[in-house]
């Protein structure tokens, strides 16, 4: 009877712990470059003697805005990165920001984009213990294309106890929209799935996959993936109406950005990904993102995307 008692109390208690936030995030922070040449990368236009002028002064502004941004989004404990230079910047932002208080570490891929321009990973230690992480390229260059950026892989666990991957993207751009740009997306997107059949061979895993996938809800990429992957962004362009998203062009919202995840944590997301309209995120007279340039022009504010965030609910770690 003592044992059947012990029983139904612990099941009583499993049932009433608080279920543990994870709050997750992406952004494309709008050509983030520090002010110095990398050697053999053209990133010429954004030093401080080039047309657009870029200036150290112009640069810790940026940071500044990114780390004020990332504490109104109360620090989610993963956040993707894209248009990143390199290590300099990240190391900048997390150590000589304001962010330095919040212990971020990082991550970043070193791809063979032309620009030099690369996806990273912030995330709080505390809450996600990363235990691996590795650039996966896009065999662009084996087929003849232009070298696109790497994906990033990283694999970590959570205070629940749950391993979660989470694979961070920049797909290539759908500029000219011809056959090699077209080729060029979906050789990235096979690398992801790819990807996420070598995971789930090892077990059905909790896989996250966000990031700028340069493409629309009902893009012909979100049916190569939907057999593994689900979106938590709506993909009915009749609910969305143009009204909602995180990039503005031709006067139209729309989504680029995207946060997919795998059929097992369908039911830990709360509702669905949402992008973060604070207001210093945009141009007051407009109400669209204020981003750094138009052109060559300097326009100050941080990014031409908005970031997209979503949370997931896991059950609490035993005590």
């Not at 971020?104 to 996600?128: A, H």
Request: aromatic fraction near 10%; include cysteine; charge should be neutral.
């Amino acid at each position: 009877m003592r044992y059947l008692s012990f029983a139904i109390a612990l099941l009583i208690l499993c049932q009433t712990m608080p279920a543990q936030r994870l709050r997750v995030a992406t952004w494309n922070i709008e050509n983030m470059f520090d002010t110095c040449h990398d050697e053999g990368k053209n990133d010429f236009e954004f030093l401080p003697s080039a047309p657009r002028r870029w200036t150290s002064g112009r640069y810790w502004h940026k940071l500044k805005g990114i780390s004020q941004t990332l504490a109104a989004m109360e620090l989610p404990a993963i956040v993707a990165l894209q248009e990143v230079e390199n290590d300099t910047v990240l190391r900048d932002l997390t150590r000589r920001t304001a962010l330095w208080s919040a212990h971020y570490s990082y991550v970043i891929t070193d791809s063979q984009d032309e620009r030099g321009i690369d996806v990273g990973l912030l995330y709080l230690p505390e809450q996600f213990r990363l235990y691996c992480s590795r650039g996966v390229r896009v065999p662009s260059m084996e087929h003849g294309l232009h070298p696109t950026r790497d994906l990033l892989y990283a694999a970590g666990v959570l205070p629940a106890g749950d391993t979660l991957h989470v694979i961070a993207v920049h797909l290539p751009s759908r500029r000219n929209n011809n056959a090699a740009s077209r080729q060029n997306r979906e050789l990235a997107v096979n690398t992801i799935l790819e990807l996420v059949d070598s995971i789930n061979s090892i077990s059905k895993a909790k896989i996250i996959v966000l990031g700028d996938f340069n493409a629309e809800p009902g893009d012909a990429i979100f049916s190569m993936t939907s057999s593994c992957l689900i979106s938590i962004v709506e993909q009915d362009r009749n609910k969305l109406r143009g009204q909602m998203g995180t990039y503005y062009f031709r006067r139209i919202w729309g989504y680029l950005d995207h946060i997919l995840v795998s059929p097992g944590m369908k039911d830990m997301v709360q509702g669905r990904a949402c992008e973060c309209r604070f207001p210093f995120l945009l141009r007051t007279n407009r109400q669209i993102p204020h981003r750094t340039y138009g052109g060559e022009h300097y326009m100050g504010g941080l990014s031409d995307h908005l970031p997209l965030l979503a949370d997931f609910l896991f059950p609490a770690p035993p005590k």
